[in-house]
């Protein structure tokens, strides 16, 4: 049966940008899952199945419905162990988590304001207003000025990669020969930076750009898929 993918989208529902709907849309690709996918504004996520939700992702598989992108993850690797693995066996499951924590904190806590107000601009005027709103009040200021002083904190993100990068040089994914779970963890992040923004994050010679290149060439160049902005 083909499992529905609630997926973020802006003002143009071919352009998912949520970092953690692509970790899901990886996973899903990664399984050889057969998925579809219903694109939900941020004032739709509440409506979603019923009231069942919060957040996006959320997945229905049959009878089962499962949110949180790491939930799913865990899912689809228990529901289906015969496809190839996220987590490459229990210790993956538990490693990842660090790699999830540690790309909230350090890719997010850069990316999330470096393009905020980008966010704001991909969105439809119900949306921008929600959305506008509820980061104020979270980050204590206004979108446009958080989102500026992002220049002044770029040298210091791309040096905080730093163990990612020495990574790299010995190993083409956080998997190891091929991609896990883990990599579409991080990978997401740069992704929803990709989609809103026409901002770098990094240098074009970063090898960790160069990995995410590779990610984005996975299953088909399904990250390719959405056009960068
Ligand atoms: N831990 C959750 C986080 C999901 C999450 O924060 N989703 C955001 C979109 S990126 C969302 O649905 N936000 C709804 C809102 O802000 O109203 C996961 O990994 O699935």
Redesign the pocket.
């Known amino acids: 049966m083909t499992i529905r993918l609630y997926e ?1 989208v802006g003002s143009d529902p071919r352009r998912p ?5 692509w ?2 849309t990886w996973a899903l690709a990664h399984k050889g899952l057969d998925f579809e996918t219903v694109p939900v504004p ?2 739709g ?2 409506g979603i199945e019923g009231g069942a ?6 997945i229905r598989d049959g009878e089962k419905l499962v ?6 993850a865990l899912y689809l690797d228990e529901t289906y162990p015969d496809r190839p693995s996220l987590f490459g066996g229990e210790g993956g499951k538990a490693l990842s988590r660090f790699v ?1 924590r540690w790309t ?1 904190i350090t890719i997010h806590g850069f990316l999330g304001g470096a393009v905020l107000h980008d966010i704001h601009e991909c969105l439809a005027p119900a949306d921008q207003a ?2 506008r709103e ?2 104020e009040k979270r980050v204590g200021g206004r979108l446009e000025d958080i989102q500026a002083g992002r220049d002044g904190r770029r040298e210091a993100f791309r040096k905080s990669l730093e163990p990612l990068r020495r990574m790299l040089d010995g190993q083409p994914f956080l998997g190891g020969q091929g991609p896990l779970f883990a990599d579409y963890i991080v990978a997401g992040a740069f992704q ?1 930076a990709r989609i809103v923004s026409a901002y770098e994050p990094l240098a074009g010679d970063d090898p960790i750009a160069e990995w995410f290149g590779r990610i984005l060439d996975l299953h088909d160049g399904l990250g390719r898929r959405v056009a960068a902005a």
């Open positions: 973020l940008f949520s970092p953690h709907c970790k899901v941020f004032t996520v509440a939700t919060k957040t996006v992702p959320v949110i949180d992108s790491y939930d799913i999830e909230q929600y959305f509820s980061r929803w």
